[in-house]
């Protein structure tokens, strides 16, 4: 029998819960955090419910009414103040003094005789008068027979509801079980702007190696362009055994540099620096610089090895050996990676292996390192990301980590579930009107919203998309438009795709001369439209917090299948920005796009003022659907800044 | 750190699992149970995984291997074989010799060299050499250089594929956590044929009350009929305090005879029969006269009093007191049912309630009943069902409970999740093509599959639709082969359905004169259309065990708004019946019928036979589309069963 007998709502669903509470739902600071479950209880009575929530490193819990919103589902809403983990649970009961006086209304107003029920409310009013003393005086006047009419009066009066809403009768509660929890990180896990390049092409001479000193030298070009995180491939020494050359070729000629992500040499591993790229002092001064700039470095994790990485010699034990002694290099048969050794996570000395991988992040944290790209992580165990992410974020909470796991679904999902702050997306292939839609609805809409930040990148080293490939400017430019207005967090392999470069290994989503086996020279000086539309864009993302949530985007019906069109708001509609997209880089489009009047709570007479944010352009709209047209040539995209006129308030 | 560090298979979402496992998932003997479960790894090595299973009451597992479907899920099945408890885990690892044999083929197949594949190719053979000898033999060999070619042969066998197969190199297992619960209940819990009647309206002759001896000899015409079970409303003394009249009126003239579901007077309770209706021993042979006839009796269990009900005496304590020592009546303000009073749940003496309720099932089950059709559950706490059904299973493990609770969606799948068998659904409003198969694709295909059993009513006692209402002969057959043939388990409210009674209370969806409130007189000798078509459905259901499952059923496409039609198998296509249903009672309707191809195996040459069950009529399709008309005024529904011509399989 259970020990709770008496309590009679029952509550189901509670959300967000990730797996059932295994893992936290996340959020960052200043998110609102909408808690919903599911409750009901026998018979008509009334619930009343409300949800505790507290940070875990606080000994109160503060309190939210939950309301009814229909089909038993109830919610409730507090705000993610500040970083950390928050718990929270939900509790619900049948309120008898609320039941009474809707019943009472009820009755009172169909003129059934009250007088039972007025000697009913009275003793909820005695329960009440414990904190509320006049309301004694009121239970008393409720049982003198005289005053039964001015009695009913109070009660039907609004004054009543009041105090009804203010006493709830708290009895045989249910409560939700163990707390929920809600990670809650820094504005940046969700809001950031990413710029990547490879330190060694950074020098604004030609013909040599660059260095870190070299990438400060680009930092206010980058600062200026709106960027607030530059992400550089791995800068350790480069394997020189089975290195790389040009185009992936399996022999380096003398001379060439290697992929960077062929770890460790005899001149050190993962916490060592490539001595052709600077000195310890030179990373600590480009870390500095950066931050002057409000720029933060983010540095690749790579785990795996070169076969002159110092681990294989000190720790053979972490790799696979074979029947001959040779240590398995990485395969995905019959094709080998003959440069590259993947550890061996079934290793007996495992625990080893994991302390030592530990002690890289921590290591770099404490070169000044607060973002972690995470290169191929689900190539490595995942409960292996789920501890060593925890251990980091315990010292550090505000380190943040970005998967780069291009792969099936649910390894992706399950990544995000067990720490990773941001992902790597499927936004690089979706293209169509479509495709976008389903996409970003899925993101939003589905369940890994509670868990899965994406960030959205265009290209990468690894990936010249096929739209892309042999493509003119414009379809770079909406490529920028629709990563930087749809997600709050997008990047770019920037100086590629800053200047076209379209170029592909034919057949393949690969850039030709790739520079991830080559040093590249690029025209640092130089400025052109991209430059100047990622500087707009980015400043419309700074200026703007309805740009600064991927949550908060809700499509736009818009008639014609080329263009696409979304709004985003702030929770208070204190910021509304208005996006639209020509998908087609070829030719001009229009149509009619239709404001989503209840999201903007307008009422019949509509009175917008548009300006777009790129070009300054003013407009005034007064109809739902209004119309817009996009010369890819001139600009494929409108950022309206939408204010909404006051007497439409 | 995790203990498991070196298990790299990630396990998620297994199912069935109902609420994660908080309530166990349903099925009936012999029916199968798809296990499924999100598996996946780091990197490209293989997975094996199995599924464990036993009946709680065993001490040996069960095994069987998953399957990869695609997309990261997995699948096994077993067959739910006994009555009772079964239990259920997933294991999962890598299989680094499935891993190998895959890598080895790829790399063989491709000419790469893989005479260090054949050496660790040994170390795996030596180590299934543990439980097949002779593989020590064949490890001897792929040492052999000199076998080098003949080695490779024995790789690219098939016999090969079989040796990994039946050699899982287990290591490292990853296991799904606490075992998952699947509740397995008789046939009967998902397919039964329920006739509801009033005893006291069951004489042949008309002008007096019926008794149970009146009923015993009405056995005969129900079991040729085809219905396994007779369902009573409440047999139990009726109250004589606000007794109500004819048509619910609120004072009952002398003797009329009140509603049997105002239960109790000082002739007895909740143990007790009424008077009128026979002695115990007359109820015994009831129960008895009609298992010969292979019919269970059920029981209608209404937790409620009337005002004269013993308990309301020895037991105040039970009931809400108002503050002028009156007992508290049921009410849904401004009405007032002062013929009944609720308990009150809320009693301090709670557990004495519970435990007298308990007494009243297990007292009945004494007299011989297995079936209990329960009275508006939705209005007593779902926690005191989950503990009494959970009481009454433990001792009686073939007990049978039907909800009657038609609320709300989440109510209602709570109940069915605590432990009812089955539930009344919400079919009695779905009439168009659209609702229908809205509803049947969300039962069959929706999560609550795995705990709701829908029951479905055409019409009850306090139900005559509207689309009954004023309506000819057709509608009720046409609601009726839907009922019958959608849903393994349906009833009638026996003889106004068979009699075509289609008289409201003006604007309710209410009989007029309603039996509730006094006895009928029917010609229990008379049969019509729709007895001899009843008759004729149950058999075809009694006769095809495709018909006695819900969750088979596969919607067929039919260009016709008018017509539904869908098909039912078994798992191994031993038995299919095909339906069609023309929905519009007034007018003739035909159209096409596409045949599930796939779900029936079928190659591009079709040859079906198919007889009408109805009609005995044949046909053969040799065509994926084929041509079906039904008149409604001969008969509006085709059930077909299909035979599949032995070349075709």
Not at 152 to 172: D, M, Y
Request: proline share 6%.
């Amino acid at each position: 029998m259970s020990k709770d007998g008496q309590s009679r709502v029952v509550i189901e669903n509670v959300q967000p819960a990730v797996d059932g509470g295994r893992y936290p739902a996340k959020r960052t600071v200043g998110e609102r955090v909408d808690v919903t479950a599911n409750l009901f209880g026998d018979g008509h009575d009334h619930i009343r419910a409300r949800v505790s929530f507290r940070k875990a490193s606080s000994a109160e819990w503060s309190q939210a009414w939950m309301t009814d919103r229909g089909n038993d589902e109830w919610a409730a809403s507090f705000y993610a103040e500040e970083e950390g983990s928050y718990l929270f649970f939900v509790e619900a009961w049948i309120d008898h003094f609320e039941t009474w006086y809707d019943g009472f209304r009820k009755k009172a107003l169909a003129g059934v005789d009250v007088k039972l029920e007025l000697l009913e409310g009275a003793i909820f009013l005695d329960g009440a008068s414990a904190t509320e003393a006049s309301l004694s005086a009121m239970a008393t006047r409720f049982r003198d027979p005289a005053r039964y009419k001015e009695s009913i009066g109070v009660v039907l009066s609004a004054e009543f509801a009041a105090i009804v809403e203010r006493h709830p009768a708290v009895q045989f509660v249910t409560t939700s079980g163990d707390p929920l929890r809600v990670l809650v990180e820094g504005r940046r896990a969700l809001y950031s702007t990413w710029y990547e390049l490879f330190p060694r092409s950074s020098a604004l001479e030609g013909g040599r190696h660059g260095t870190f000193l070299d990438t400060v030298k680009l930092l206010p070009r980058i600062a200026t362009m709106g960027f607030d995180v530059l992400y550089l491939p791995p800068i350790h020494p480069i394997g020189k055994v089975n290195r790389k050359g040009k185009n992936n070729s399996v022999t380096a000629k003398a001379g060439e540099p290697g992929s960077p992500w062929a770890i460790g040499s005899d001149e050190g591993g993962h916490k060592a620096l490539h001595p052709e790229l600077g000195t310890l002092a030179d990373f600590h001064k480009l870390v500095t610089e950066a931050r002057k700039l409000q720029i933060a470095i983010a540095m690749d994790i790579a785990f795996q090895c070169a076969p002159d990485h110092p681990y294989v010699k000190d720790h053979p034990d972490w790799f696979r050996q074979r029947p001959d002694g040779s240590i398995q290099y990485a395969e995905n048969p019959p094709k080998k990676y003959q440069d590259i050794y993947p550890f061996n996570f079934e290793s007996a000395d495992w625990k080893g292996l994991w302390e030592e991988l530990r002690s890289v992040f921590l290591y770099w944290v404490e070169q000044g390192v607060t973002i972690f790209r995470v290169d191929n992580p689900h190539t490595k165990p995942i409960r292996f990301w789920e501890w060593v992410i925890g251990e980091i974020r315990s010292k550090h909470p505000e380190v943040i980590f970005l998967s780069e796991a291009f792969t099936r679904p649910k390894v992706m999902a399950s990544l995000a579930k067990v720490g990773f702050t941001q992902s790597y997306t499927y936004f690089t292939w979706r293209n169509t009107k479509q495709e976008i839609m389903e996409y970003m609805n899925e993101l939003v809409h589905g369940p890994s919203r509670n868990y899965f930040r994406p960030n959205f990148w265009p290209n990468t080293p690894d990936i010249l998309p096929y739209h892309l490939q042999h493509q003119g400017e414009n379809i770079f430019i909406i490529r920028a438009a629709l990563a930087a207005t749809m997600s709050a967090s997008y990047g770019i392999y920037g100086p590629p795709f800053e200047f076209f470069e379209n170029q592909p290994v034919e057949g393949k989503e690969e850039y030709v001369n790739s520079e991830k086996y080559e040093i590249k020279h690029y025209d640092w000086k130089r400025t052109n439209r991209m430059t100047d539309l990622l500087t707009m864009i980015n400043r419309a993302r700074r200026e703007h917090p309805a740009l600064q949530s991927t949550w908060n985007l809700q499509f736009c019906p818009i008639e014609n299948p080329h263009l696409l069109a979304f709004i985003k708001t702030t929770d208070d509609l204190s910021d509304v920005i208005l996006v639209v997209v020509n998908l087609d880089p070829h030719t001009p489009q229009s149509g009619y796009v239709q404001v989503p009047r209840s999201r903007l709570k307008l009422s019949d007479k509509i009175n917008l003022k548009l300006t777009d944010l790129m070009t300054q352009e003013h407009y005034t709209w007064t109809q739902e659907w209004n119309y817009v047209e996009l010369n890819p040539y001139k600009l494929p995209f409108h950022v309206f800044h939408v204010r909404i006129h006051e007497s439409q308030m």
